[in-house]
Structure formats: structure tokens, C-alpha cells
């Protein structure tokens, strides 16, 4: 399917960009007030506010009348009244074409945070037959090969360890860090050497705004 551009906005959310269109996926609330601007299509992983924040959206839609956004039906409820049939609601092992990318769903719940805590609906996606994959929060592997993961390096609910598996579970060629915004300029450096070194895919970080070829 050729190249793509894939862009590291904040925290969560990657642009991807081909023919002319833009997809963004999860421009959440640690994310840059711009990060759905020029997106012909939206796509959320879950409900929480790093991955979802639902003025921005509202804006998104209200701003052109062409966007349209997919996403799990807890996302979904907050947004389709106000904007009918432009939100629409997929889970596990559907398919679906947005802004001129092919598009699969993959997982069902958010990684376990505290025994304590009941698990919310999650949703990956998996870009163009592989050529990306956004897991959300969830250390979810596809069941086709992935060329460009998109790694969530840091969070509440993992450790390293579950992060450096996930990389030789998943075996992409390359991974990219996102879910990135609570670790520090400290601990990067630590972050990049054991996944680099120990995941056995290459192992690449992009800052904000920055974009690479896929």
C-alpha cells in the first residue's frame, strides 16, 4: 500500500497521513489543542481522558462537516446524538474504511490497572493491513504481522518487563514509543536501552511533532 507519514503528537495520538488525508487516532487531554486539525477522520481506542477528550472532538466535528470518527460505544453514546451518522461505534474483528485507510479492530478491555478497579472496554486498531498498529491501552497482539507498533512504553498498568515481551510478542520491525507524557527526560534513556536491547525489534522514539516514513 506504499508509505505512510506517521507523526508523534503528545502522550497518545499519531497522525497518519497518505494521499492527501489524515487520520489521527486518540487526541486525548495530554495532547496538543491542534492534534485533530486537518483530520479527515478520528479514531478513539477508549474512554479515558489521556485518549479521549470529548469538547475537542465536538470541535473537530463542528469545525468540518466531512469528519467522522470511530470508536467503542462508551466513546461513541457521548457523540452520535449530536452528530448522526458521523460517529460510528466498532468493536472486536470488525473492519471499516476511514479517510482512505483500511482499518481492523482488535482486543476487548483495557489492561488490568488494580484488581480493584473494574476493566473498561478497549479497542486496537490495525492500520492498512499491518502497516500500524495503535493497541490503546492494552498490550493486545494482532493476529497478522504488524510492521510499526505503537508501543505504550509508560503507564499505571505495566511495568518494563510486560513492555519488552509485548515487543517479542507482537515481533513488528520497528516499534515507536507512545503513551509517553509521565516519563521523564531520567528515565527515557533507561527505557531505550532495556527495549532496545532485550525487545528484538528496532526501537525508535519520535518528540512531539515529529514525523517519520512508514
Same mark, same amino acid.
Given at each position: 500500500?506504499?508509505?505512510? *507519514?506517521? $507523526? *508523534? *503528537?503528545?502522550? &497518545?495520538?499519531?497522525?497518519?497521513?497518505?494521499?492527501?488525508? $489524515?487520520?489521527?487516532?486518540? @487526541?486525548?487531554?495530554?495532547?496538543?489543542?491542534? %492534534? #485533530?486539525?486537518?483530520?479527515? %477522520?478520528?479514531?478513539?481506542?477508549?474512554?479515558? +481522558? /489521556?485518549?479521549? /477528550?470529548?469538547?475537542?472532538?465536538?470541535?473537530?466535528? /463542528?469545525?468540518?462537516?466531512? =469528519?467522522?470518527?470511530?470508536?467503542? &460505544?462508551?466513546? &461513541?453514546?457521548?457523540?452520535?446524538?449530536?452528530?448522526?451518522?458521523?460517529?460510528?461505534?466498532?468493536?472486536?474483528?470488525?473492519?471499516?474504511?476511514?479517510?482512505?485507510?483500511?482499518?481492523?479492530?482488535?482486543?476487548?478491555?483495557?489492561?488490568?490497572?488494580? +484488581?480493584?478497579? +473494574?476493566?473498561?472496554?478497549?479497542?486496537?486498531?490495525?492500520?492498512?493491513?499491518?502497516?500500524?498498529?495503535? @493497541?490503546?491501552? &492494552?498490550? $493486545?497482539? @494482532?493476529?497478522?504481522?504488524?510492521? #510499526?507498533?505503537?508501543?505504550?512504553?509508560?503507564?499505571?498498568?505495566?511495568?518494563?518487563?510486560?513492555?519488552?515481551?509485548? =515487543?517479542?510478542? =507482537?515481533?513488528?520491525?520497528?516499534?515507536?514509543?507512545?503513551?509517553?507524557?509521565?516519563? $521523564?527526560?531520567?528515565?527515557?534513556?533507561?527505557? /531505550?536501552?532495556?527495549?532496545?536491547?532485550?525487545?528484538?525489534?528496532?526501537?525508535?522514539?519520535?518528540?512531539?511533532? %515529529?514525523?517519520?516514513?512508514?
Amino acid at each position: 500500500m506504499g508509505t505512510m *507519514k506517521l $507523526t *508523534k *503528537k503528545s502522550h &497518545a495520538c499519531v497522525r497518519l497521513e497518505k494521499g492527501g488525508r $489524515t487520520l489521527v487516532l486518540d @487526541p486525548g487531554g495530554f495532547t496538543e489543542e491542534d %492534534a #485533530t486539525v486537518g483530520a479527515d %477522520a478520528i479514531l478513539v481506542t477508549h474512554e479515558h +481522558p /489521556d485518549h479521549f /477528550d470529548e469538547g475537542r472532538l465536538r470541535a473537530a466535528l /463542528d469545525a468540518d462537516p466531512a =469528519v467522522e470518527i470511530w470508536t467503542l &460505544a462508551s466513546v &461513541a453514546q457521548q457523540l452520535s446524538a449530536a452528530f448522526p451518522g458521523r460517529v460510528h461505534t466498532v468493536g472486536h474483528g470488525d473492519t471499516f474504511t476511514a479517510a482512505g485507510f483500511d482499518v481492523q479492530v482488535h482486543g476487548e478491555l483495557h489492561a488490568v490497572i488494580h +484488581p480493584d478497579i +473494574p476493566r473498561i472496554t478497549n479497542v486496537g486498531f490495525l492500520v492498512d493491513g499491518g502497516k500500524v498498529f495503535h @493497541p490503546g491501552d &492494552a498490550l $493486545t497482539v @494482532p493476529d497478522q504481522q504488524v510492521e #510499526t507498533l505503537m508501543l505504550p512504553v509508560m503507564a499505571p498498568w505495566s511495568k518494563i518487563s510486560e513492555v519488552i515481551d509485548y =515487543v517479542r510478542e =507482537v515481533k513488528p520491525q520497528r516499534a515507536y514509543d507512545i503513551h509517553d507524557a509521565l516519563l $521523564t527526560d531520567l528515565a527515557r534513556p533507561i527505557y /531505550d536501552h532495556q527495549i532496545g536491547a532485550l525487545g528484538g525489534a528496532e526501537h525508535l522514539r519520535l518528540a512531539p511533532g %515529529a514525523s517519520a516514513e512508514v
